[in-house]
Structure formats: C-alpha cells, structure tokens
C-alpha cells in the first residue's frame, strides 16, 4: 500500500519506507519482538553483521581441522542422537568455510554495501531527529 505511488515522495519518505520494511523483515526472521524503534533495530542488526564479517579471521580453510576436531570429539559423546543431522551440519559449515575462503573479494563488497546501508541509515535518523528538535 505503501509502494503504490512512491514517485511523488520526496527520497527522505522513500528511504524511510525501504528501511522499515527491511526492518521488519529481518524482525520476521529472528521472531524478534523487541520494543526498540525499527530503524534503530535494524541500525543495530546492520553494525553486528558488519562487525562479524570484518573479524572473521582469513583464511578460513586454516579453522577447517579446528572445527573437524571439534566436531570429532562431539561425535564421541555417548548422548549424541541424530548423528546424521551432526554429519550434515558439519559438512554443510565445512563446505561454507571452503567458500568464504575463496570469495574474500564478495565479501569485501558486502562490507562496502553494509557501511553505505549504515551510512545512509545514520544520516535518516540524524535528519529525523533534526526534525522533532
């Protein structure tokens, strides 16, 4: 309803109504049903995944034996049930580690993209609050 005529808003409305909704739908995703304003939520969402991406220790494939001794010594616990599912988490991390080893340029650009979003997110909320001073 919102998105049915967004060419006469002015971009301020429009990148308001773009982070909302991007709000709510992480919100959605994490059944987060927190009382924090939604752009302040997802302000906050925004940094954390920027900041767990810049600390992510390169190159990742060094942790692969790590993680498979981990993994080696959870499997000798005698109150492990669903071995399969362990198999295939364990599999499906190794295979993600394997990627983002490979991929370091994707998420150079992913952390661009997340410093624009939070500038860009920065400068509305300054401008909100410029607006009820």
């Known amino acids: 309803m919102e998105a049915a005529n967004t060419s006469t808003l002015p971009t301020e409305a429009i990148q308001e109504i773009f982070f909302r909704e991007e709000a709510s739908r992480i919100r959605k995703a994490f059944a987060n049903?927190?009382?924090e304003e939604d752009l302040d939520y997802l302000l906050h969402q925004l940094r954390c995944m920027k900041s767990l991406i810049v600390h992510l220790e390169?190159?990742?494939d060094r942790l692969i034996p790590v993680f498979f001794r981990c993994f080696a010594y959870y499997m000798r616990q005698p109150n492990v049930e669903n071995t399969r599912k362990t198999y295939q988490l364990a599999t499906r991390l190794m295979d993600c580690i394997v990627f983002m080893s490979q991929?370091?340029?994707m998420i150079n650009t992913l952390v661009e993209f997340l410093n624009h979003q939070i500038d860009d997110l920065d400068k509305l909320l300054a401008e909100k609050s410029e607006t009820l001073s």
């Open 33 to 35: 049903k927190s009382d």
């Open 58 to 60: 390169l190159p990742w």
């Open 103 to 105: 991929n370091g340029r």
